[in-house]
């Protein structure tokens, strides 16, 4: 039964109307003393579904006071196995996330949060339960209809965690004039070998059922109906001038047990066909620990293409300042600390034809994020000399017990190249990569940014350190314009384990 504060909140209407009248329609006021922001367990009686659907709603701390203002919606999906209340339960708090952010200076949405079953927002393709047709046709214009909406694509976007990542996908992608703005968190997806190799039970209790191909196994798995949903089939050259009206946000966590390989190849189908997306890789799993830092930069990216708020810019750079470091005039720099702690640690830093503000800033970062001294920074010039040489050549002269490399762009191709054993410690940035030795145990850490070159070889490294069991941090940040900047972000949040 419909819950009676929800009647003094939506005491608006009980017919539907098209979306594209909204905007001229008043809407009678809410009662302030009867009004409750978080309204939980509403129901859609569907006619589509042949069911009831509940949703909740955090409205705006001005809707009762400000009846003359309409806001931008935000749809909020939750994962598999949850409800409707989920994103505000034990583990998630949106609630107070946007409360946070709203009192920063993030413009005020109305957030839904409608119970998707265990659907994957998508129609079944024996249409026996058509969840996507009931989202657009019949919530979408409840919920403009019922509240003070801007009701248009302009002011309309989506986000959701794993399952509710891929319907964030799969409803903009089906339907890009009715969002302007996209962040699947956490897009619980799978490459298409993924899919060919999962157990028969698993395929056929949540794949099968609803993309087609149930009791099916390998290739007859990736059904036509479900290549016309999964965002890795979907972001093709043909579908680019459509899926580009949407502003995409992606992001996962490193430590994902399956789910990293398809949002990885996702990120490399998107850069392969030219589409402007956002794509992190952050520390983490399948958990709220990824989810929710998420949502302070998902949310005010969505005030700033609905509200144009200024909280967050895509050309917000960070302040920093390079040290000062002066190489030899073969690029090379052997630091005080190397030479003085002969029986420490060297670090190795292989480097081909950076710029010289490239160089300066990486080694101004590594000073600035291990301040002890403890170490040596040895930058090495690969065009000049192989690895191997510079190595032989400084080791001759101060050994070192231990050896770590952080390799930068074509200067990680020779370090990967070499026995894993050569190395305590493997550091890339924006690696190119041809033979890559990685084995059991072994420590990896390696980074770049959303624009980087070299995105299909970070992609590999992934790969290669997940299926040989080597221990690894991966990250992928934001791009700014400078490209020394590039660098810092990159190698700032892997930097801190310099340590020994």
Not at 88 to 95: E, Q
Not at 104 to 132: A, H, L, W
Not at 251 to 264: K, R, S, T, V
Request: overall charge negative.
């Amino acid at each position: 039964m419909m819950k009676s504060r929800i009647v003094c909140l939506l005491m608006c209407t009980a017919l539907l109307v098209s979306c594209g009248c909204e905007k001229q329609r008043d809407l009678p006021p809410v009662d302030p003393s009867a009004f409750q922001r978080y309204s939980q367990d509403n129901i859609l009686d569907s006619k589509v579904l042949g069911t009831t659907v509940k949703y909740s709603v955090y409205f705006p701390e001005s809707y009762a006071t400000h009846p003359e203002k309409r806001y931008p919606v935000v749809y909020m999906l939750h994962g598999y196995g949850d409800d409707n209340n989920s994103w505000n339960g034990s583990w998630l708090h949106a609630n107070n996330k946007i409360d946070y952010l709203t009192e920063k200076g993030m413009g005020e949405m109305i957030y839904v949060f409608p119970q998707g079953f265990k659907t994957y927002y998508c129609n079944r393709s024996d249409k026996t339960f058509s969840y996507m047709d009931m989202f657009v046709n019949e919530l979408i214009p409840l919920i403009d209809s019922s509240l003070r909406t801007l009701p248009d694509k302009q002011h309309r976007a989506v986000t959701g965690y794993s399952m509710g990542g891929f319907g964030a996908a799969a409803l903009p992608e089906k339907h890009p004039e009715l969002f302007i703005a996209s962040a699947p968190l956490s897009m619980s997806v799978r490459t298409d070998w993924q899919y060919m190799e999962e157990s028969q039970d698993g395929w056929n209790s949540q794949w099968g059922k609803i993309f087609g191909g149930f009791g099916q196994s390998g290739e007859a798995r990736i059904t036509d109906y479900y290549k016309q949903h999964c965002p890795l089939h979907y972001f093709n050259a043909q579908n680019k001038e459509t899926l580009s009206t949407v502003h995409w946000y992606f992001i996962c966590g490193d430590n994902e047990e399956n789910l990293l390989y398809a949002n990885d190849e996702l990120h490399c189908i998107l850069r392969d066909n030219g589409y402007a997306h956002s794509y992190r890789v952050v520390d983490g799993g399948h958990s709220s620990s990824v989810w929710m830092p998420a949502l302070d930069e998902v949310l005010p990216m969505f005030d700033y293409y609905m509200n144009g708020g200024n909280l967050w810019s895509p050309d917000e750079e960070p302040a920093f300042t390079p040290g000062s470091v002066e190489t030899e005039q073969d690029g090379s720099y052997l630091s005080p600390a190397y030479k003085e702690k002969g029986d420490g640690t060297a670090v190795f830093i292989a480097h081909k034809n950076l710029s010289r503000e490239d160089l300066q800033t990486l080694m101004a970062v590594c000073k600035d994020q291990s301040s002890t001294a403890a170490y040596a920074l040895l930058p090495c010039n690969t065009a000049q000399k192989s690895l191997q040489e510079w190595m032989q050549e400084w080791e001759a002269k101060y050994p070192h017990q231990k050896k770590y490399i952080l390799g930068v762009e074509e200067g990680a191709r020779e370090a990967l190249s070499l026995p894993s054993a050569t190395f305590s410690r493997s550091y890339y940035l924006n690696p190119a990569v041809g033979t890559i030795q990685v084995t059991s145990g072994q420590e990896v850490y390696f980074a770049g940014t959303e624009q980087d070159n070299h995105y299909r070889d970070m992609d590999k490294l992934y790969i290669a350190c997940k299926q040989n069991e080597a221990a690894f941090e991966y990250r992928v940040v934001r791009s700014y314009k400078n490209a020394s900047l590039n660098l810092y972000n990159s190698m700032k949040s892997i930097i801190s384990y310099l340590t020994y």
